[in-house]
């Protein structure tokens, strides 16, 4: 019965369903707070653990599917300021208590190995899947991800004058009209934690802001790994390293790469102005140049370039299903590159596609043989500065994802990502392949 009571009161005018929400929230806090830390629990208080946030689970969606445009709207001052992710999450924590985890909760997170946690960021799922969902709130949410971040416009001016940027992870430079953008996380084979992701999105900002730039390039550096050392690699996917110690967060890193940099290689960066009095957001065509291998996150990023190119050697591959977790939106977006059953081979199968296979031309726009390479890429950026390319890239895009689908598929993603990154198989598997460094996937 006060299950009952407590899912009508949360779904109850505002005043009455955030003190029901703050109460039900108190409760169960106090629960989990007279237990021991997870790793140290018996089974009967895991038992007990579960069933308390299961419930207050149920009462944090059911608040947020009754109230999502007026949360985000007391968020955002009546949607007058825009937002980012990682601030939206954090000023919902303070002003509606018992919605998402505090700050001082994740920062107790983020100290736990992914295995040890107590599973917070599922709130924060159950909360960004409500606000993707409303189609007011949820675009107003994809434009703020799609402004240029401080961080960027701090270095703008630097850039502009220098027309070279060294992020840390990525390098930045413009020639002859061209910004290329160069992975160089030497340590990991290019594999994205949250430092690549912020850098990366700080490099397509930049890219993109400077008016000089008319296209962009994005292409693995060398590696000194033993097994590539002197070879450039494109990407290893997510640094399972980082997920198994608990350093990859579903806000920062697997929502802030889709609705950050991702998006806006996608939609271009929003500015206040607009890159003319007719266009909201500066677009500019780009290019991928894919050397040794892209694997997961890797190959997911491919899916919103114009042109693709691929060494000869190279190989395509999305090891979702081993690895427990969603591929970003690839699941949204590969259907349509390559139709239903390779992409379910591809996700689904573990298959492994490489550059010279026939089915490869449905993700690779050129192959070619060593040093070629190099030549092909100029040839490629070359051909997208033509003076129509962008309007006409511009209404590709429109046509092949529209922003609302891809809002809706965001909304979802967020949930089940964060519920995918505390199931019992990931937290196993992700340990298997740490120790094993992935060798099995590079043979």
Known sequence: MEAGNDLRDVRAEPAQAREA???????????????????????????????????????????????????YDELTDGRTHYVRLDQLASSAATAFPGLVPTAERLATERGRPQAEKEGDEIDQGIFFRAILNSPSAGRHLLDAMLRPTSRAL???PGFLATGTADLGSVRLERTDGAARLTMCRTDCLNAEDERQIDDMETAVDLALLDPSVEVCLLRGGEMIHPRYRGRRVFSAGVNLKSLHGGGISLVDFLLRRELGYIHKILRGVLVE????????????????AVDTFAIGGGAQILLVFDQVLAASDAFFSLPAAKEGIIPGASDFRLIRAVGPRLARQLILGGRRLRATEPEAR????????????????????????????????????????????FRCYMAEFALQQALRLYSPDVIDKVGGFTAAKRTAVFN
Do not use: C, Y
């Not at 102005?273 to 991928?288: F, Q, Y």
């Open 362 to 405: 449905l993700v690779f726009d050129e192959v070619h043989e060593g040093e070629e390479l190099d030549i092909a890429v100029e040839r490629s950026l070359d051909r997208l500065r033509g003076s129509a390319v962008l309007a006409n890239r511009h209404m590709l895009n429109l046509a092949e994802e529209s922003v609302d689908d």
């Open 21 to 71: 929400l703050a109460k039900a929230g108190a409760r169960t806090d106090d629960l989990l707070a007279a237990l021991p830390d997870p790793a140290l629990r018996t089974p009967g208080q895991r038992v007990a653990a579960a069933s308390a946030t299961d419930a207050a689970r149920t009462l944090r969606a059911a608040f947020m599917d009754a109230h999502a445009d007026a949360v």
């Open 154 to 156: 701090g270095l703008l």
């Open 273 to 288: 102005d607009g890159a003319t009095r007719w266009s909201r957001t500066v677009e500019k065509p780009w290019v991928a």
